[in-house]
Each structure stands twice: as C-alpha cells, then as structure tokens.
C-alpha cells in the first residue's frame, strides 16, 4: 500500500518542482528573439544613417536584411550593433520608397521578421562636407524680384563662407527655391558676431528639416547674427547649442531661425527643439533662447509661430538665462501677431521665462500686439527663477490687444504675483491693458 502511494505521488512532486525552477518566469527561456530599434527620419539621395539596436536576452545567430527597395542598400554591422541605411544618388532616377525586411534567425527561438520603414525626399542635403558653389542659381541680388538664388547645397555653404569671409551681403536680396536638409554637428550659422549677415533673405514657404549644433558660437541658429529682413522661413530642427563658457560680460543667443538680430522678421515659423548655450562666469553674462529669436534690438517681429519645446541654457551663481517661446530678449522691439504652442523650460540658474518673450525690454516704443501663448511654462528644479509669466516674464513696455495666455506657468519655487501671471514682473514703465488669462501658476 505504501509503495503504490509513493508511486503515485512521485510524478506530481516531479512536476511541482520543475514548475518550481521557473517560478516568477525568472529562468523562462523566450520564445523568440527581441530586436529593438528606431525608425529613421526621412533620408535625401547620396544619405547614410546608422540605427543602433539591441537585442533581448537571446543571441541569434544572424541578422540580415532580404528584401531591400530599389535605390537603398541596408548592412547589419553586428560588431558595432548598427543598421547602416543608405539612399543612393541615383535614388531620383528608379528609387522606391518602401519597407527593408530584416529577418533575425538561428539559435535557440523561432525566426522572427522586423520592418524598417524608408523614406526619401527630393531635398537638397547640407551636410558639414558640402563643397561651396562658385556662384548662386540665378537673379543678380539687387531686388526683391531679381534676388539671388539658392536651390542647391553649394550654393548655401557659398553664402555661409562669404558671409564668414566678411562679405556681408549689405542690402542685397535672397531667394530660397527648394528644400533643404540640414545635418550638421558643427554647424556655421549664416552671419556670425564678428560678420553679421545683412541682407534681405526669403524663405519663399520653403522648408529647412534636420539637426543644427555648435559647440563654438555665440550666436545660434539658422542664421547665427543678422541685421537686415528675414521672411518667410520654415524650419523644422532641432537646434543645439552646445557652447559651454566662463568668459564675462557676454550674450550667447540661440533661436530657431536666428541667435541675435536687428531688423524686422516676418512669416517666420519654427517646430522642433532649440537649446541654449550655458555661462558660467565670475562676473553677468547672459544665455538668451527663443523659438524664432534668442536676442534682438531695434526690431519689428511679426506673423511668427512656434512649436515644440524651447529650452534654456545653463547659467552659473552670477550668469543670467532667458528663455522665450518667441523671443528670448528684446530691447526697442515690437512684435505683432505671434504665437507660441511650444512647451517653454526655464534655464538652469538665475533665470525669466515667459511664452512669448522672456524679457520684454526698454525703448522708445516698444509694444506687443496681438500675441498669443498656449505652450506651458516650466521651471525645472535647477532653475533659480526670478520671474515666470505666460506672455511675459520681465515687462518694461506696453503690452495691447488682446495678448492672452491659455497654458500653465508651474515653478517649483515662489513666484511674484502679477497680472494674473500674464507678467512675471511689471515694471514701472510698464503697461498690460487688454490681456486675458485663462491658464494659471501650479506648483510643479
């Protein structure tokens, strides 16, 4: 009787205690391979980009790409854990957009499929090896109907260098005529400190897509210092300012379309991210950052809208940042018509932060009209913030017409009550008539 009970009870203990060894799934061996990656951005013909992956607990024992559009090549290089995807020059004669299949398979699971998407745009590519063309596409740049031309990457890289050479373009006119596609890491801004761009340039509704960032200027953006009319630009990026300085008594400007500026700006828009440079000095200096402008003077801005997410530098006991939707810092500027739905950070340090223009400055006639905010302001909690505002953060001039803000100004520190947090900080020379609130101040 015992033995018979004993044989019976021997299986289900058997069973128990292997049931037992994956308790939790903690020793579960999957089944199948995991390949993480992400998909690329949009390429143009003559592009390459590298897609780091990784894979799950299970090592196949290949990975390759079957079945590849026309006009595209895909390399699993396995040492470095890349997909490199290349679009080939001769794309716009036959190339196809499409899916590449790439089969992960051998080893100790079932074979599995993934699906890499492509696309390629007919765009001109600016890349940090673009060589410089030795003349524009066309006009002769004395008018606005005779503007010089821009329609290939040479041709901007050219104006980049005359610019940088101290060819400054002083009343001449440009005209951009396609697509572009800016990658670049160590990009050089149209106009710098020291040679400012100063013509007229035209947009034309064109787009600029890509990456653009700089550890070595001061002023930052599409065009780094300009003084002249800016019209009509789109720019979808990401723009990075990578300086990191102790130098004193300076201004690092990063905006979307322009660092620092004078002049007027107008039908200008801008989605992505733009980043300020950081200070940190022994004596003031100043990281300003804007959705279209990080600083400008003696300006009119107009018709400008900005999306995505502004943030601000990094600034040190004795440096400043200030971060605008909009603009970062104006002085004798008016602006009209412009919209932020970026989220806007504050920067690291002493800083201001508003949806529209961080630091509304002093002059003659300085006034906003008409400009609206619906991008929440934030202040992280390594800013030291001084004063936070849907519209404004430090006001000094008049604001008009129906400005009006709809997000939430949230500060992990106290903040300064002020018309109904529209201003940060009214100054006595300043004016807020007209204005309507609707968002709030929450503590973060």
């Not at 980009?49 to 990784?54: F, L, V």
């Not at 020059?89 to 499929?113: C, F, H, L, N, W």
């Not at 989220?343 to 961080?358: C, D, E, F, L, P």
Request: hydrophobic share 35%.
């Amino acid at each position: 009787m015992k033995r018979s009970l004993y044989i019976k009870i021997l299986p289900v203990f058997a069973a128990l205690l292997l049931s037992g060894c994956n308790k939790g799934g903690e020793d579960t061996i999957p089944s199948e391979y995991e390949l993480t990656f992400g998909q690329p951005e949009f390429f143009c013909p003559g592009e390459t980009q590298d897609i780091p992956y990784s894979l799950g607990p299970l090592s196949p024992d290949k990975i390759v790409a079957e079945v590849v559009p026309q006009g595209w090549s895909v390399e699993i290089l396995s040492g470095s854990n890349t997909i490199r995807v290349v679009c080939s020059d001769e794309y716009p004669q036959g190339g196809k957009d499409g899916d590449a299949k790439i089969v992960v398979s051998g080893g100790r699971a079932a074979e599995k499929t993934y699906w890499i998407t492509l696309d390629c745009l007919p765009v001109q590519w600016y890349h940090d090896d673009v060589v410089a063309a030795s003349a524009f596409g066309g006009g002769d740049g004395t008018s606005a109907d005779n503007a010089y031309e821009i329609s290939e990457a040479g041709e901007l890289r050219k104006l980049i260098d005359d610019v940088k050479a101290g060819n400054t373009y002083s009343n001449q006119y440009f005209k951009l005529t396609e697509d572009f596609k800016i990658t670049s890491t160590k990009w050089l801004p149209i106009g710098t400190v020291d040679n400012p761009f100063m013509g007229a340039f035209d947009g034309n509704g064109k787009i600029r897509y890509g990456r653009i960032h700089s550890d070595e200027q001061k002023a930052l953006g599409v065009f780094g210092a300009a003084k002249g009319s800016l019209s009509n630009i789109t720019v979808e990026a990401n723009v990075i300012n990578g300086l990191k300085t102790k130098e004193k008594n300076v201004n690092i400007d990063t905006g979307g379309i322009v660092g620092s500026f004078s002049g007027v700006i107008s039908g200008c828009k801008f989605t992505g991210t733009v980043s300020g440079g950081g200070i940190d000095a022994a004596e003031p200096s100043w990281s300003n950052t804007g959705g279209i402008v990080g600083r400008c003077s003696d300006s009119e801005i107009s018709g400008c809208e900005v999306g995505g997410t502004v943030t601000g530098g990094s600034a040190g006991e004795y440096d400043f940042t200030c971060t605008g939707g909009v603009v970062g810092v104006t002085s004798n500027t008016n602006l009209l018509d412009c919209l932020n739905k970026a989220v806007v950070n504050a920067g690291a340090g002493n800083s201001a932060v508003g949806g529209i223009v961080s630091v509304f400055g002093e002059g003659a006639a300085v006034s906003l009209h008409k400009c609206a905010n619906s991008g929440e302001i934030r202040n992280p909690k390594s800013a030291r913030l001084i004063n936070a505002g849907g519209v404004v953060g430090e006001c000094y001039g008049a604001i008009y017409s129906c400005c009006t803000n709809s997000a939430k100004v949230l500060g992990n520190k106290p903040i300064k009550e002020n018309d109904f947090w529209r201003v940060g900080l009214l100054f006595s020379n300043g004016t807020t008539p007209e204005c309507e609130e609707h968002g709030g101040l929450e503590e973060a």
